[in-house]
């Protein structure tokens, strides 16, 4: 059965960086269109960037430039690369791959950026 796993979440400073990693398992990556989208406090998930199975990417206008998706196939790890957050950017992040008709998600790690 398909399960991610994402981790790198944490409380960082204006201007800071971070690293999100999603470990799949149960399901090989390259094969899949994925992504993050995350969930800001008192708000519904948006998308923040995917990736599809040909390696196209897309990111919402508020992360362009900053943020950075990329995987690693012989890991079967996904990544988002966070810089220069902003207090904007705190919510909780999420892992999806889709799956069949469906999308599968992991249970999400928290990103807190302080001004």
């Known amino acids: 059965q398909v399960q991610l796993v994402e981790s790198g979440g944490g409380l960082v400073q204006a201007g800071g960086s971070l690293r999100l990693s999603c470990a799949a398992s149960?399901?090989?990556?390259?094969?899949?269109?994925m992504g993050w989208h995350r969930q800001p406090p008192g708000k519904q998930r948006e998308l923040v960037a995917g990736?599809?199975?040909?390696?196209?990417?897309n990111y919402a206008d508020s992360v362009k430039g900053r943020f950075t998706l990329f995987r690693d196939n012989a890991k079967n790890t996904l990544y988002l690369q966070m810089n220069d957050l902003k207090p904007e950017d705190t919510a909780v992040y999420y892992c999806?791959?889709?799956?069949?008709?469906?999308?599968?998600w992991g249970q999400g790690t928290q990103v807190t950026v302080s001004s």
């Open positions: 999806g791959v889709a799956s069949g008709p469906t999308t599968v």
């Open positions: 149960g399901i090989i990556f390259r094969s899949r269109n």
């Open positions: 990736i599809t199975s040909s390696g196209f990417t």
